[in-house]
């Protein structure tokens, strides 16, 4: 069975700092990686995705994450983050195609990240 | 561009009134889910369906029920609502990577 750690349930950071969101995976098989970004009281929007390929992977808003297989991470970083930024962001785990997956995934719990004037 | 869309937005019930959630997608998906989403708890698989006429448990299904009649439509059903069943249901489909969402819906079971 998977599963998905995100090691802070909230990073307070001031605007235009850096910041790194962490998340921790376990699975026995090949995964497809996902963060996704909810703003207040809407839907879950796409970040990035990592399915092959390179292990830096760019996404919307700036961001970017490293897919890390000997540490099974796969931490979202943005070296200046906005006041917009401000949202609850998902790690999201999904087996390779291979096995039958049906593309389900598990969802950590969500890490609240604050941008402060 | 509607994507998937879930209705209702809001609702709330009495304990041990019934009510189907419904989602509806026009990317002519063939894999839809049901969330729920808890404060603290992320979002938990409540079933999901991998083509019409299909369906399977997800992680926490006690409760739900669950119909896929047509392709493009996955209903959620509450038979007996719960105080435990308060919770925003999110939709999703997809035709491989990566899940694409609904709004959701806010349920409140008083």
């Known amino acids: 069975a998977q599963s998905v750690t995100q090691l802070d349930s909230q990073v307070p950071v001031f605007e235009e700092a850096p910041v790194e969101l962490r998340c921790n995976y376990s699975?026995?098989?090949?995964?497809?990686l996902f963060w996704y970004v909810q703003y207040p009281n809407q839907g879950l929007q796409l970040l990035l995705k990592?399915?092959?390929?390179?292990?830096l992977v760019k996404g919307i808003n700036g961001f970017e994450a490293e897919f890390n297989k000997s540490q099974t991470s796969f931490h979202l970083r943005k070296p200046s983050v906005h006041i917009s930024d401000t949202a609850e962001y998902f790690c999201?785990?999904?087996?390779?195609?291979?096995?039958?997956?049906?593309?389900?995934?598990?969802f950590g719990k969500g890490t609240l990240l604050t941008v402060n004037p | 561009n509607a994507g998937v869309t879930q209705t209702p937005k809001f609702r709330v019930l009495k304990t041990g009134q019934s009510m189907t959630l419904l989602c509806a997608q026009d990317m002519n998906h063939e894999y839809m889910y049901w969330y729920r989403q808890d404060p603290g708890m992320g979002l938990r698989l409540i079933h999901y369906?991998?083509?019409?006429?299909?369906?399977a448990k997800g992680e926490v299904p006690d409760g739900y029920n669950v119909s896929r009649l047509k392709k493009q439509n996955f209903l959620l059903g509450l038979e007996s609502a719960a105080p435990s069943q308060t919770s925003v249901y999110f939709c999703?489909?997809?035709?491989?990577?990566?899940?694409?969402f609904g709004d959701g819906t806010r349920l409140s079971i008083l």
């Open positions: 990592y399915l092959s390929g390179s292990t």
């Open positions: 369906s991998v083509g019409e006429g299909t369906t």
């Open positions: 999703a489909s997809t035709d491989g990577q990566p899940q694409h």
């Open positions: 699975s026995s098989v090949s995964v497809y």
């Open positions: 999201a785990v999904s087996e390779g195609d291979s096995g039958g997956s049906n593309y389900k995934l598990t």
